[in-house]
């Protein structure tokens, strides 16, 4: 089957340091993917790349066949792209529900039924009408997350789902993250709890210094020496 | 909004429309620049209170509203009323030149390109003097109009408020919001944050803009520093911050209550006015972010659509 | 002609770099925009006119005194204002040093009236072959750069200066590695301020001193930021000598009162093709 997201030699420069150097991976549809590397290995500036947060300088992006690399992140976004954040970054002063109803252009009602119906996916529907901004860490980690389920993006990216995130919360994430892979969606997340990599992707890369180290399911992964060299030095 | 505030407004309302009636014409200026700096102020909201893109220039829509209805007026004798709404409209136009470019640039850099809008438009005045009369000028033929601009300007500052009420309690304006909150989230979750702080601005230089004609139609002279001066962006940013930025009543409290101070208390010391105005932003920002009604909100759990 | 105009951006540019390297550093250490800057810079040169008026004192020495002076007005501004505003969103930062600005300006309209002030100190031109230049230029020029470089060196050598780009670069790593990260911020304002200072009693003995004279600066040297790269120290030199010298051009091609728009149309431009500044910078 087509890879639904194709990076082909991507090079993103700050400065004179190149944070992703040459990296090109495809990410086959209907899979739960994991990115993950030291820190620093530019695996946040790749989803910036991604979404178009950042211009890459070389390479090319493309999703379901069409070149994305140089579109705006609201452009990334209809075609069907979401993604959280690793720092949260939901909207503080808009309400829950607001923060989800701001996303989608369908008109008001179908809207807020969506809206209403995801947060009671993940059981905060009494909070709807609470500032996002009064949240707990993990009610914000959770609205975010449906934030993005909002227009029902094909590819989902999660920037560090599980961060500072408690362990009963956390399996509701995955689950959720199952079940999203289960109605066809693709997932490509960034993390460094290596349980939850583990348990949950199909396939992994691993990033170091900007560059593709090494990719294949996750068993192979743990035991090849490249990577274990990358994250505990010789 | 609870009935029995709509009957409140609905009681004002009626009362500034019978007003003139029984007014002095002191007291009739005095309400006809009133209803100027809500209209102003609120104006100044939309793109500033409500996006955070923060409009250093904005006196340029009003100047280009005066100069464009004086023009038609003092050049062409159109009536003031179809000149000032001209001066609306060229005031959108310049809206559009300027933001098209600028609206690109993050907040900051906006802002920064905002400061030298003034200088500029004060060039192109004394540039093509022979349409505006340069430094010296343009006078416009007399005319007492004053009771007729009362009500048009009242009719002004009452529609920009209720663009404002629309605008906030709407979805559009939600998306605005998120512009101030998190640009780049924003536009992460498929907010084309560029059209709509396009929209929000061309909004925000209408009002000014027939504010400006009506204005010149009202002095019946205008020159540069008239109709362009610091001052007047200051104050409109005073008020909004003061009263509450990004609120529907905010500017109107802001206008309301720096104005009547300015006339009854300050207008004997009209060179410290920048001075007390730069010390009241100082103030807010640090103590009062979002103002009187902000405080207001935090302390009696008023909605955010206030 | 064209070498005479050249040279002239050049003696204007290195004014313009020095004032401006202020602005940058506070926008570098504490991503603040100082719209106050040029108020700042305005109270330089009324330092200097006073001390030439009332005591005669030479205005190229007032330095002495408006550069100290005011690097403790900077210093204190940012500790009682400033640092509250740090780390608020940048638009309250904006609007603070905005009142702070119009409040000084109005300050100084108070204080010194309105009415135009001048320095009658040096007059006529060096000759330099077919070259004619004012000999207040000259000199202060020859001062800009002295000072330029000593805050280059400033930032170079020393401890604080190191500090201060590490501070710049990242808050958090410099934090981490022991910097008193609010004692930075307080030099960085101070030092800033005095740059303005010094440009202030330097175009004291040039041109007309009137309270509101530093709004064009500010914007000038905000220009000279995004010229030079945001950020990038270094640049901020090559910024200004880049708007010394393409104010001179225009002004040969265009008459006097365009002039003043083509710093306004410039800093747009390149804001829109470049916006974090022709040479490397952050955004």
């Not at chain 2, 048009?152 to 512009?179: D, E, K, N, Q």
């Not at chain 3, 001390?51 to 190229?60: A, E, K, S």
Request: glycine share 10%.
């Amino acid at each position: 089957m087509a890879p639904i997201l194709e990076i082909t030699g991507v090079v993103k420069r700050f400065g004179g340091v190149a944070a992703v150097n040459r990296v090109s991976l495809a990410l086959e549809p209907g899979r739960i993917h994991g990115l993950i590397g030291p820190n620093g290995s530019g695996k946040t500036t790749l989803f910036n790349c991604i979404t178009g947060v950042e211009t890459r300088d070389e390479g090319e992006i493309q999703f379901k066949g069409h070149r994305i690399d140089g579109m705006r992140p609201h452009q990334v976004f209809h075609l069907g792209i979401g993604r959280t954040f690793q720092v949260i970054r939901v909207f503080p002063e808009l309400t829950a529900l607001e923060n989800l109803m701001v996303v989608t252009t369908s008109s008001y009602a179908p809207a807020r039924q969506r809206a209403v119906e995801l947060l009671s996916f993940v059981k905060l529907e009494r909070l709807a009408h609470e500032y996002a901004g009064n949240l707990s860490y993990g009610q914000q980690k959770l609205v975010e997350f449906v934030r993005v389920l909002m227009t029902d993006p094909e590819l989902i990216l999660l920037d560090e789902p599980a961060a500072g995130v408690n362990r009963t919360l956390l399996n509701e994430l995955l689950d959720a993250v199952r079940a999203l892979r289960d109605r066809g969606k693709t997932v490509l997340l960034v993390e460094h709890d290596m349980k939850v990599v583990m348990g949950l992707c199909e396939t992994v890369f691993v990033l170091d210094h900007g560059e593709k180290l090494a990719e294949g399911a996750p068993g192979v992964i743990q035991s090849d020496e490249r990577v274990i060299e990358a994250y505990f030095g010789r | 909004m609870t009935r029995g505030l709509y009957a409140a407004l609905a009681v004002v309302v009626i009362g500034l429309a019978l007003y003139p009636m029984e007014a002095t014409g002191y007291g009739i200026r005095f309400m006809l620049q009133l209803f100027m700096w809500i209209a102003l102020a609120q104006s100044w909201n939309l793109i500033s209170g409500l996006t955070g893109y923060v409009s250093f220039g904005h006196v340029a829509f009003f100047g280009m509203g005066a100069y464009t209805a004086g023009i038609l007026i003092a050049k062409l004798g159109w009536p003031w009323l179809v000149a000032s709404l001209a001066g609306g409209i060229m005031a959108m136009v310049l809206a559009l030149v300027i933001g098209w470019p600028c609206l690109r640039l993050k907040g900051p850099y906006f802002a920064i390109s905002m400061l030298g809008l003034n200088e500029v438009l004060r060039v192109a005045v004394s540039y093509y003097e022979g349409l505006t009369g340069g430094g010296n000028g343009l006078s416009l033929p007399t005319l007492y109009a004053s009771v007729q601009i009362y009500y048009v300007m009242g009719l002004l500052a009452l529609g920009v408020t209720a663009l404002a009420y629309v605008i906030i309690t709407s979805r559009f304006g939600l998306r605005l919001m998120t512009i101030r909150e998190d640009e780049v989230a924003a536009e992460a979750m498929g907010i084309d944050t560029f059209r709509y702080k396009v929209y929000a601005f061309l909004l925000s230089a209408v009002a000014p803009g027939i504010a400006g004609g009506l204005a010149a139609r009202d002095q019946g002279y205008i020159e540069p520093i008239s109709v362009f001066p610091l001052i007047t962006t200051i104050t409109m940013i005073v008020m909004a911050l003061f009263g509450g930025q990004g609120t529907i009543w905010g500017p109107v409290l802001g206008a309301v209550a720096l104005f009547t101070l300015q006339e009854l208390v300050w207008a004997r010391f009209p060179y410290i006015h920048p001075l007390l105005f730069g010390a009241i932003i100082v103030a807010v920002v640090l103590m009062m972010p979002r103002g009187i009604l902000g405080v207001l909100q935090q302390k009696y759990n008023l909605p955010r659509t206030i | 002609m064209i070498g005479q105009v050249i040279i002239s951006g050049l003696l204007a540019g290195a004014l313009y770099a020095m004032v401006a390297l202020g602005l940058g550093l506070i926008f570098g250490v504490m991503r603040v925009l100082n719209v106050a800057h040029g108020p700042i810079m305005m109270l330089g040169a009324y330092t200097s006119f006073w001390l030439f008026h009332w005591l005669g004192l030479n205005p190229y020495l007032s330095l002495l005194v408006s550069m100290p002076a005011l690097f403790l007005i900077g210093v204190a501004l940012q500790r009682t204002l400033v640092s509250r505003v740090v780390d608020a969103p940048e638009l309250s930062s904006l609007l603070l040093t905005f009142g702070v600005s119009i409040a000084l300006v109005n300050l100084a309209q108070l204080a010194f009236t309105s009415d135009l002030r001048s320095i009658e100190y040096l007059t006529g031109s060096f000759v330099l072959g077919p070259f004619a230049f004012s000999k207040s230029r000259v000199i202060a020029c020859g001062f800009a750069i002295v000072i330029t470089v000593a805050a280059f060196l400033f930032l170079k050598s020393t401890r604080l200066g190191k500090a201060i780009r590490a501070v710049s670069q990242s808050r958090e790593v410099a934090q981490v590695c022991g910097v008193n990260v609010q004692r930075i911020h307080l030099f960085a304002f101070g030092i800033a301020s005095a740059l303005a200072a010094a440009g202030g009693s330097l175009v004291a003995v040039m041109v007309a001193i009137q309270p509101e004279m530093g709004q064009v600066y500010t914007f000038k040297s905000f220009l000279v930021i995004v010229l030079g790269g945001v950020g990038n120290y270094p640049g901020a030199l090559l910024g200004g000598l880049l708007l010394g010298l393409i104010e001179q051009l225009a002004s040969l091609f265009l008459t006097t009162q365009i002039n003043e728009a083509v710093a306004y149309i410039l800093l747009v431009l390149v804001l829109l093709v470049r916006p974090t500044g022709l040479l490397k910078g952050r955004t």
